[in-house]
């Protein structure tokens, strides 16, 4: 549903330009027969319901509207990115993680801010509206249909009934003449003759489809108007053919009428199709003023109308880069950025191999594909290249640190466009599960996909690391949901803020590994997957590592948890001892310690600590790291001391906390302090009995 209301606001977008063009043309057709205007209107409703359409040399649509990305998906195309070997810089960390029954990889990308909140409100804003124009259509069209069930039947398909004020057309399989009680002979046999010509048009389906496509662009006042400016050509150019098969004679007591007769307001359903419909005094001057043309003037008009369309219809000629001309671009701009950052010039350069590796249909609106990019830059003096750059055969490879790079591409129209690359060592390309995680990455980095795997149920848990850290696990349901449906852990969050994203290793793809492991749970193998806590238990344990030891009544759950919820980076809360903190420095050293009482009895035993001796005073600081972790405050850190006073702590300013420890030589109290994103955003002395 998002990728539909992407395509509908760049429909919409190209057929403004349409609606605009019509505006125009019409002024310069105002003197030819109105059919010609009304004929227009249909590459507007081809704008607004196609989203392809052919090519053309003859197309009046600048390539820019078409190209206009205004869905999530294509919020921005990236430029070619330059990525030099000796330049690279980790952007995304790779490690080893487990889930239930087979192994996975994880990726790590720094969190990104996203409008997709936005894309969502505008999107329910939008069903919103479709439905009550819908709703308020029907109920008017129902309510209508009863009205006219005591009309009476005249002849044919022709009804009078003394309960409306003007003629109009009704039904759309079977469309019926209504007229109101009191019309002479004269006046019926002309509005007769109008309303059939609107059914020999079709015009009493016509309507109702157009009003369709207005409740899906309801947001855009230019289709609006095109309805409104589309209603008035078709009254006009039903009025004219009826001056024609009738003659002039009646141009004076058909003016008449339809000034009597007129409603003064439009139908909001797009029908009936209403013989005294709005605009009448524009109506009454067309009918007046009109003139059966010249065979010239309709042949001119039928070859400018005929032109407008395929203009109008047609997208430009794509001449568009191939993707030998953006790996082309990417390694000239590798070539150009290497040779202004060091003084070795190239004299030689070559695409030596340049292959598609894997295509997705199901990420974005459009498909994407990945391609592996190699080649070789020739040095024009060997010598004075360092040791950073990989050579082969005296040439300078693609290959960096962060390996080699991996093209991505959106097809649009068969047409390539570059989005970005992906480094092949920051990822794991070498399985179609590792490739769309690696894809996936990407555009939730430049906000082109939500942040979250999977939709649906989620739960966030959150855990603390032996070092104190706390850290976050987002679950979710991947394949069912509810009580049936396996969890999976989707993606985890350390207190700094790193996001790492959970990979099955599989030959398949994502969905086939989860399709599988939902089996094997349907058939009672895998019970542990339908418990989320067992699920979390086993990735903080298995997958995470680093000698993590979580009991369950450490986890913090959040069951009802969302994406945006995860998003938002968890505090950590750690002890140890604060050094060289200064205030000419934000940063200071920090010495982590855990404070272990009595609750922490079960790992004295291992940690060869007897509580009669070594804990005279309830409590025992273990300081097994033989290092300092570098941390930083900011302006709005908080700093708290205790004051032996009132037995309580009190907030003091960085200077006096400063001033306050200085007083300490042989032992200096421990610190709680709290963390998130990366800064400290609390100090406080605590207190030691």
Known sequence: MDQLFGHILNMSITGSYVIVFIIVARLFLRKVPKIFSYALWSVVLFRLLCPFSIESIFSFIPSEVQN????????????????INTSDQAVNHISTVLVPTEPATSAVITPANSTEAWINIGHFIWLIGIALLFIYSIVATVRLSRN??????????????????????????????????GLSANEKAYIIKHEQVHIQRYDHIIKPVTFAVLCIHWFNPLVWLSFYLMSDDMEKSCDESVIRQMGSGIKKEYSTSLLNLSTGKRFIGGSPLTFGDSNTKGRIKNILNYKKPAFWVVLVAIIVVAALCVGLLSNPKNDSLTVKDYAEQFMEKNITSYENN????????????????????????????????????????????????????????????????????????????????????????????????????????????????????????????????????LLSQPVVQG?????????????????????????????????????????????????????????????????????????????EATA?????????????????????????????????????????????????????????????????????????????????????????????????????????PPCVITTRDGYVTSITERYVP
């Open 68 to 83: 206009t990305p205004l869905n999530k998906q294509f919020t921005q195309m990236p430029q070619i990115q330059e990525v």
């Open 148 to 181: 006219l069930r005591t009309a009476t039947l005249l002849f044919e398909n022709i009804y009078e009934h003394s309960g409306i004020t003007t003629p109009f057309v009704f039904g759309l399989l079977k469309p019926r003449i209504y007229l109101p009680s």
């Open 342 to 473: 060091s003084n070795i010039k190239v004299i030689d350069s070559k695409i030596t191999k340049l292959e598609k590796i894997a295509s997705f249909d199901d990420l974005l609106a459009t498909s994407l594909e990945i391609w592996s990019l190699e080649y070789r830059l020739k040095p024009d003096d060997p010598s004075k290249l360092t040791m950073t750059e990989n050579m082969v055969d005296g040439f300078i490879t693609e290959e960096g640190s962060m390996g080699k790079p991996i093209l991505l591409f959106s097809i649009l129209n068969s047409t390539p466009h570059y989005l970005g690359v992906i480094k092949s060592g920051e990822n794991d390309m070498s399985t179609p599960a590792g490739q769309e995680m690696a894809v996936r990455v990407f555009l939730e980095a430049n906000n082109q996909l939500p942040h979250e795997t999977y939709r649906g149920n989620h739960m966030l848990v959150k855990f603390p690391l032996t070092t104190g850290e706390t850290s976050q696990l």
């Open 483 to 559: 009580d049936s449906g396996i969890w999976c852990v989707e993606r985890w969050k350390d207190t700094n803020g790193n996001e790492y994203y959970h990979t099955p290793q599989t030959d398949g793809t994502i969905a086939e590994y989860y399709a599988r492991l939902q089996a094997l749970a349907d058939q009672g193998e895998e019970p542990a997957l339908l418990d989320p806590l067992q699920v979390a238990m086993n990735y903080i344990s298995n997958d995470i590592g680093m000698g993590q030891h979580i009991k369950l009544d450490q986890l913090v759950v959040d069951n």
């Open 564 to 668: 945006d919820d995860f998003a938002i980076t968890p505090e950590s809360t750690l002890n140890g001892y604060v050094l060289n903190l200064s205030l000419e420095n934000n940063s200071f050293d920090f010495d982590n310690i855990e404070w272990l009482t009595m609750k922490d009895s079960a790992r004295f035993k291992g940690l060869n600590i007897n509580p009669d001796d070594d804990m005279p005073n309830g409590f025992y600081i273990l300081n097994k790291y033989t290092f300092t972790d570098p941390l930083k405050v900011t302006d709005e850190t908080r700093y708290s001391i205790v004051d032996a006073n009132v037995g309580a702590h009190k907030e003091v300013s960085k200077q006096e906390f400063i001033e306050y420890f200085k007083r300490y030589t042989d032992f200096v």
